[in-house]
Antibody
């Protein structure tokens, strides 16, 4: 059974930093691109970024709203995905989902989602 | 960035109704579109990918169509468990983007 368990969400002051982790199990982690998606309270879904696999040198993509502040990394030996968040803003307040993607026809779709971890940025 | 606009943003329907949600892209995205269902307090669930392919385990009352800039999600006969919010997502180019969502409520 595919499981994605996020951790690290917390209350942090504006300008602060936080690191989210996602522990994956039940599938070959190294074979999949992984995404982070967030959802502000009462709002819609916002894609945050993607970590590709070893075949693509673990390269990443990030949304413009977080580029330069957030970094995505993965450790295939630990089946773990991370999101380092720096210079946090109040608008970063959201539930952050760790998402497995599944590639078909060269396109990677989000097929499994964790339950999310809440990040609150407030003074 | 590619903008996705869903319509309607909210709809009220009864059990057994046929429901259609539209997702329009600001530029062509071929068939690189997915649909997700999100129940209150839960993580989203993949319903369809490649615009029209049903994800394993998803009931056949869900169907999708379209390519280019206009896409539809249809629920042929609404069931009580289908009352939720639905999102489309484009995977044609980065940044990946979602529609604003369509909330389906009980009439």
């Amino acid at each position: 059974e595919v499981q994605l368990v996020e951790s690290g969400g917390d209350l942090v002051q504006p300008g602060g930093s936080l690191r989210l982790s996602c522990a994956a199990s039940g599938f070959r982690f190294s074979d999949h691109y992984m995404d982070w998606v967030r959802q502000a309270p009462g709002k819609g879904l916002e894609w945050v970024g993607r970590a590709r696999d070893r075949a693509y040198s673990y390269s990443t993509e990030l949304a413009a709203s977080v580029r330069g502040r957030f970094t995505i990394s993965r450790d295939d030996s630990k089946n773990s995905l991370s999101l380092q968040m720096n210079s946090l803003k109040t608008e970063d307040t959201a539930v952050y989902y760790c998402v497995r993607t599944w590639t078909i026809g060269g396109i990677s779709y989000a097929d499994y989602w964790g339950q999310g971890t809440l990040v609150t940025v407030a003074s | 960035d590619i903008q996705l606009t869903q319509s309607p943003s909210f709809l009220s329907a009864s059990v057994g109704d046929r429901v259609t949600i539209t997702c329009r892209a600001s530029q062509g995205i071929s068939s690189y579109l997915a649909w997700y269902q999100q129940e209150p307090g839960k993580a989203p669930k993949l319903l369809l990918y490649s615009a029209s392919t049903l994800q394993s385990g998803v009931p056949s009352r869900f169907s999708g169509s379209g390519s280019g800039t206009e896409f539809t999600l249809t629920i042929s006969s609404l069931q009580p468990e289908d009352f939720a919010t639905y999102y489309c997502q484009q995977l044609n180019s980065y940044p990946l983007t979602f529609g604003q969502g369509t909330k389906v409520e009980i009439k």
